[in-house]
T-cell receptor, first 116, second 111 residues
Framework: DARVTQTPRHKVTEMGQEVTMRCQPILGHNTVFWYRQTMMQGLELLAYFRNRAPLDDSGMPKDRFSAEMPDATLATLKIQPSEPRDSAVYFC??????????????FGPGTRLTVL | RKEVEQDPGPFNVPEGATVAFNCTYSNSASQSFFWYRQDCRKEPKLLMSVYSSGNEDGRFTAQLNRASQYISLLIRDSKLSDSATYLC????????????FGPGTRLSVLP
């Protein structure tokens, strides 16, 4: 049963530290997404890639966040320096076109980040 | 006004009840629509796509009204295991997979 995997599952860090989150998309999916979920804002799209190329990162604070896909099996999201307001659950999702022509996204279990 | 809006609930219903959720979207160019389910402290999971003609999957029925820009989800004979948050999702760009998630509607099915 193919799944999106994310590491770490939980991260507690102090303000100012660098945080790196990793994602392994489902093999064969050509789109990868990073989302952030908080109680106040809900689920927000930060960035997405198609065929490893960044297509939209307008939802990401550029001064401290960066997203990359060094290869087809790894996507990374970095925060440097981290701030308490970055505390959230960060989800990675990978996508494909279904047999009915609709786009589907499959989510990883998320990284729960707490910045003290 | 948010691009996708839902009643946050919670909807508290007894087992066996029928419950309906609505969702409205503001971008008339939206291409495709979905319902996702999210359990507490878990990731969202695709429940069903929403087709223009409406579609059914077991106890779940989804409807789309493009003219009024709303989507609905009907759950019949609700089970305790249906308790979750239901997220309405709109894809602005069918090719680009630019998904916008609603805030979710929380459902609690009570014994």
């Amino acid at each position: 049963d193919a799944r999106v995997t994310q590491t770490p599952r939980h991260k507690v860090t102090e303000m100012g530290q660098e945080v790196t989150m990793r994602c392994q998309p489902i093999l064969g999916h050509n789109t990868v997404f990073w989302y952030r979920q908080t109680m106040m804002q809900g689920l927000e799209l930060l960035a997405y890639f198609r065929n490893r190329a960044p297509l939209d990162d307008s939802g990401m604070p550029k001064d401290r966040f960066s997203a990359e896909m060094p290869d087809a099996t790894l996507a990374t999201l970095k925060i440097q320096p981290s701030e308490p307001r970055d505390s959230a659950v960060y989800f990675c999702a990978s996508g494909r076109r279904s047999g009915t022509g609709y786009n589907e996204q499959f989510f990883g279990p998320g990284t729960r980040l707490t910045v003290l | 006004r948010k691009e996708v809006e839902q009643d946050p609930g919670p909807f508290n219903v007894p087992e066996g009840a029928t419950v309906a959720f609505n969702c409205t979207y503001s971008n008339s160019a939206s291409q495709s629509f979905f319902w996702y389910r999210q359990d507490c402290r878990k990731e969202p999971k695709l429940l069903m796509s929403v087709y223009s003609s409406g579609n059914e999957d077991g106890r779940f029925t989804a409807q789309l009204n493009r003219a009024s820009q709303y989507i609905s989800l009907l759950i019949r004979d609700s089970k305790l295991s249906d308790s979750a948050t239901y997220l309405c999702v709109v894809n602005r760009d069918n090719y680009g997979q630019n998904f916008v998630f609603g805030p979710g509607t929380r459902l609690s099915v009570l014994p």
